[in-house]
């Protein structure tokens, strides 16, 4: 397979979805710590990293989905602000468990579909017997904005 027809991914693990994310949108996977501050519903707090205060949120609770108290495997995958909004320039997923890398292959995806499961869920990629969900990153970073008001 040429690199051309393929892209570095990393999978993020949720309860009972998959995220995938190419590499460069990931910042850090770090452990779970609960957050500085507190918030409510999908939004969790904020937490500081590396000097910056960053939103915490789940998407599970976004789209109304299962969601499992945070354990020992329990991570956040720091995500970066595609769009360059200096005032949010991250936001932090939490993750269910350890993410691993994905190598995303043309000639492996049998499908691309647009999903209606959630509005914070840009499609879904079959690839071989998994199914991938492709976060809408700027729908979550527009959401979390207004969330932090």
Partial sequence: MSEQNSIRCIQ?????????????AVAEIIAYTPPEQTGEDWYDGLLIWRGAMVPII????????????????????????LSGD????YVGIILQDIPRAYLAEEDRMQSVVSSSECEFIFGRADIMLEQLMVP???EIMAAVKQKIK
């Fill in 12 to 24: 993020l693990p949720l309860v009972d979805w998959q995220l995938i994310l190419p590499n460069v």
């Fill in 58 to 81: 789940s998407v599970e609770k976004m789209c109304k989905r299962e969601f499992s108290e945070p354990g020992s495997r329990t991570r956040i995958a720091i995500i970066y602000n």
């Fill in 86 to 89: 200096k005032d949010l320039p």
């Fill in 136 to 138: 809408d990153l700027d």
